[in-house]
């Protein structure tokens, strides 16, 4: 049964259930529920179609589409999520239906509403994003065991400013921290060999989804 959520509406770019692609859930079935909007222009970006248009929906109506799938894991990602003000209760909602609930967010905003049984996916950008600047910086004393550091690599520039990073914040102490390389501009096996190299306690990750259906929309 669906609980009520009062006139609570957002705008969502799409709903789909696909395998995840990133992360250490990566390979599990997940309801994806992909917001519309995002404050960065990282250069990048690949859900640059979520930055408008969508559709707007009573957050009772996101509940009966994400239930209609059975998941047991939810995703909630954009676009940046957290650039509408009712992503913080979508995300309670999700969790108090029983879900066991992911956020996805550029790291720009603050996390400190986010709903404590949420696991948090916090990008950090780096300088060959072009949104370095953007980085709330305060977000890392918010982080809990359960979540996740992002760091997507454009270059070697950016992964010897990751490594430095790692030490100067002590990172790896926090949470677990994902290596990503961007596809196209760092060859993935480069950024697997530095990282065996320096002896880095990161993950390694690439897109699953990706691998699996290139760059369909919806997957």
Not at 51 to 59: D, N, P, S, V
Not at 86 to 106: K, R, W
Not at 153 to 159: G, I, N, P, S
Not at 180 to 190: E, I, K, M, Y
Request: charged share 25%; hydrophobic share 40%; with cysteine.
């Amino acid at each position: 049964m669906i609980p009520a959520h009062g006139d609570l509406k957002l705008r969502v770019s799409e709903i789909f259930y696909s395998l995840q692609g990133e992360t250490s859930r990566a390979g599990l079935p997940t309801v994806f529920v992909r917001l519309t909007g995002c404050p960065l222009r990282c250069g990048y970006c690949d859900t640059d179609y979520a930055f408008q248009g969508g559709e707007t929906l009573a957050l009772a109506e996101i509940l009966r589409r994400v239930g209609d799938y059975c998941p047991h894991y939810v995703t909630v990602t954009g676009g940046e999520p957290l650039a509408q003000k009712n992503c913080l209760p979508l995300l309670a909602a999700l969790c108090d239906a029983g879900f066991s609930v992911s956020l996805e967010t550029g790291g720009a905003l603050d996390i400190s509403g986010v709903d404590p049984r949420v696991s948090v996916i916090l990008d950090i950008k780096t300088p060959g994003s072009g949104e370095v600047a953007s980085n709330h910086w305060d977000n890392l004393e918010l982080l809990k065991a359960g979540d996740e550091l992002k760091i997507v690599l454009c270059d070697e520039a950016d992964y010897r400013w990751a490594r430095a990073l790692l030490r100067e914040k002590g990172l790896t102490g926090r949470c677990p921290v994902l290596f990503s390389p961007v596809p196209g501009r760092l060859d993935p096996t480069a950024l697997a060999e530095w990282i065996l190299r320096d002896r880095l306690p990161v993950r390694f990750q690439m897109q699953l989804h990706k691998v699996l259906w290139s760059d369909a929309r919806g997957k």
